[in-house]
């Protein structure tokens, strides 16, 4: 079965500090991405930053990195220098190629950065 | 470029009625997907459309149904509605892996 967990339901960070949401995943696919979005109050998901497993190199993008332990399917997401506009709901999730463009997602852990 | 749209934003319905959502994908992206979202069971994936043909189905009655036309706009429609179909609805198009989701569809069953 193909299934996300994100052990932290909810997070508080202050602003202007880092924080780091966690992810483990499993699957018996070798081929795979895995992505991080983000759901504000507004209710649109917006792509954070997404990691092709066959990729050695953790992913960046500006003050969001991952750690990607593909052994360990572990995929956790840094957020350096938080800003208040980071305060939403943060989904794990991965899509296996093969199986076309589904994607199987986490339960979320809520952010919420505090000034 | 104008980004996923999804008509209506909001819905009530009464127990036993049908409905349809719509999903209209970003020029040029032939892969729209559904999605349902409970505080319940969370995000969970209902199917993808490629080109009008169903391409990828998830694990939900067949209550629950879409179709995509010829100019990729996605349409799904849920009958008899229940009680516990009330939900946000996300539509996503896609150019290979790379999804953009709309804003959703929250429709309420009564």
């Known amino acids: 079965a193909q299934t996300v967990t994100q052990s932290q339901p909810e997070m508080s960070v202050q602003e202007a500090e880092t924080v780091t949401l966690s992810c483990t995943y499993d699957t018996s696919e070798n081929n795979y991405y895995l992505f991080w979005y983000k759901q504000p109050p507004s209710r649109q998901m917006i792509l954070v930053i997404r990691?092709?497993?066959?990729?050695?190199q953790n992913a960046t993008e500006n003050r969001f990195s991952v750690n990607f332990q593909k052994a360990a399917k572990s995929f956790s997401l840094k957020i350096s220098d938080s800003q208040l506009g980071d305060t939403a709901m943060y989904f794990c999730?991965?899509?296996?190629?093969?199986?076309?463009?589904?994607?199987?997602f986490g339960a979320g852990t809520i952010l919420r950065v505090k000034s | 470029k104008a980004g996923v749209t999804q008509t209506p934003r909001y819905l009530i319905k009464t127990r036993g009625q049908q409905v349809t959502l719509s999903c209209s994908p970003i020029s040029g992206h032939r892969s729209v997907s559904w999605y349902q979202q409970t505080p319940g069971q969370g995000l969970q994936f209902l199917f993808e459309?490629?080109?009008?043909?169903?391409?990828n189905k998830g694990n939900f009655p067949g209550r629950f149904s879409g179709r995509q036309f010829s100019n990729s706009r996605s349409e799904m429609n849920v009958s008899t509605l229940e009680l516990g179909d009330s939900a946000l609805y996300l539509c996503?198009?896609?150019?290979?892996?790379?999804?953009?989701f709309g804003s959703g569809t929250r429709l309420t069953v009564v």
């Open positions: 999730a991965f899509m296996i190629r093969e199986y076309g463009n589904k994607l199987v």
């Open positions: 990691q092709e497993a066959y990729k050695q």
């Open positions: 459309y490629f080109s009008e043909t169903q391409r």
């Open positions: 996503a198009s896609s150019l290979g892996p790379l999804y953009t």
